[in-house]
């Protein structure tokens, strides 16, 4: 009875055998076997060609935003996470305190203005009092040369009547006009003379005054210059009164609401630029092939594990811990050498999915072409595929020298 049953398992073994020989049953495991191979092989090619980690993570500037004025906040325009573009409104102070400010401002601006207009007007009439006075100054003078000469005429006569009065040429009355006419002529010129130097006196005064009068105009036009920088001033705090956006971005820990009084400098809401980059952790043992401009591919969890075309940008100079807040001195104490990280930056060569919020913090796993050797996958695949057909055939041939 049990002779049967054990002849019954090898016919089985044969059957399923003769399955496997069949053209359906070798097709079917040269399949499997090529796509095991092209997944082997691909993967023995990444190792000796790529340098990868799962310690990366996207990568952004964060634009802070704050008000560059105090005050109390009449309107916010945005919403969390909404994206905004460049010099877009994202809130507002209210600025009625600004705009008073300002007319005050406005107001002394004008008075400065006019206090101007009058010291210009000052300066002008001291310019033409000068004019004047060195008129006045040279006519004098003139007058003094004039009477100078009359004076000498008049005293050379009055010598001539004197010789003329000793020989009896001349009546004694003749003698004592020519006499008045040189004290009158003398008297005249001291007084020239003395009017000539107080004229002159006058012009020096006219010229003080002068100066006088365009100190005061520099004096007043500074002030109108200050008062109109102050006018600048109030219109750019009036202006500070608008929140605007600095850059394009998504709007991220908004912390500001209708109400709220801000103080110059605080900080209300950030904001993520599109542009991200890739900061991977690769240990230092994985530096040694690692040079900007390599290319990469960066596979982003968020998206499924989605990969995207990169290359190598720079490698930061030190380890990640060198620059934490308590770097570690290793001159201190027992040292326990421990592989270092480094961060290597790593740039974006294709845009991301524009549906798809891609931001700071994100998990990646980056892998760095290392080598100049690259196998197309379609020669992978055509290896593989080969290696199964030829297996296949062995197998196939093993099969029918040995039939069971």
């Not at 109400?259 to 605080?266: F, K």
């Not at 196998?375 to 040995?402: G, Q, Y």
């Amino acid at each position: 009875m049990n002779e049967p049953q054990a002849a019954a398992v090898p016919l089985k073994k044969n059957g399923a055998l003769q399955k496997l020989n069949s053209p359906a049953g070798l097709a079917v495991c040269t399949v499997l076997l090529a796509g095991l191979l092209f997944l082997g092989l691909g993967y023995l090619i990444e190792i000796f060609t790529t340098e990868s980690t799962d310690d990366a993570f996207i990568a952004a500037h964060i634009v802070s935003v704050a008000p560059r004025v105090a005050g109390q906040v009449s309107a916010v325009y945005v919403l969390d996470n909404q994206m905004v573009h460049s010099n877009d409104l994202l809130a507002e102070i209210d600025p009625t305190d600004y705009q008073t400010t300002l007319a005050q401002k406005e107001a002394a601006q004008k008075s400065s203005e006019a206090t101007f207009n009058a010291s210009v007007a000052g300066y002008e009439m001291a310019e033409v009092n000068v004019g004047a006075a060195e008129a006045t100054a040279k006519s004098s003078q003139a007058t003094a040369d004039a009477d100078a000469a009359t004076a000498t005429n008049a005293v050379s006569n009055f010598d001539r009547a004197k010789k003329l009065i000793r020989q009896n040429v001349i009546s004694p009355q003749e003698y004592d006009q020519f006499k008045e006419t040189a004290d009158a002529a003398e008297a005249n010129l001291t007084s020239a003379r003395q009017k000539a130097v107080s004229d002159e006196s006058k012009v020096g005064v006219a010229r003080a005054e002068l100066q006088a009068a365009r100190a005061e105009s520099d004096a007043v036009f500074a002030q109108l210059n200050q008062s109109k920088t102050s006018v600048s001033a109030a219109h750019l705090d009036l202006s500070y009164t608008k929140i605007l956006a600095p850059c394009d971005g998504r709007v991220t820990r908004k912390q500001v609401e209708v109400g709220d009084y801000l103080q110059t400098g605080q900080m209300i809401m950030s904001l993520v630029p599109t542009e991200v980059w890739v900061v991977a952790n690769f240990k230092e043992t994985q530096l040694k092939d690692i040079k900007p401009g390599q290319q990469a591919t960066v596979a982003i969890d968020a998206l499924g594990g989605r990969t995207f075309r990169g290359h190598v940008d720079s490698v930061q100079a030190g380890s990640g811990e060198a620059f934490s807040l308590l770097p570690p001195e290793n001159a201190t104490g027992n040292f326990v050498k421990v592989v270092q990280r480094v961060p290597v930056k790593i740039l974006f060569d294709v845009p991301l999915p524009a549906d798809k919020t891609i931001g700071p913090g994100l998990s990646v796993q980056p892998s760095v072409q290392t080598s100049s050797f690259h196998v197309p996958a379609f020669v992978t695949a055509i290896v593989a595929l080969i290696l199964a057909v030829f297996s296949a055939i062995v197998f196939k041939t093993v099969l029918n020298r040995n039939p069971a």
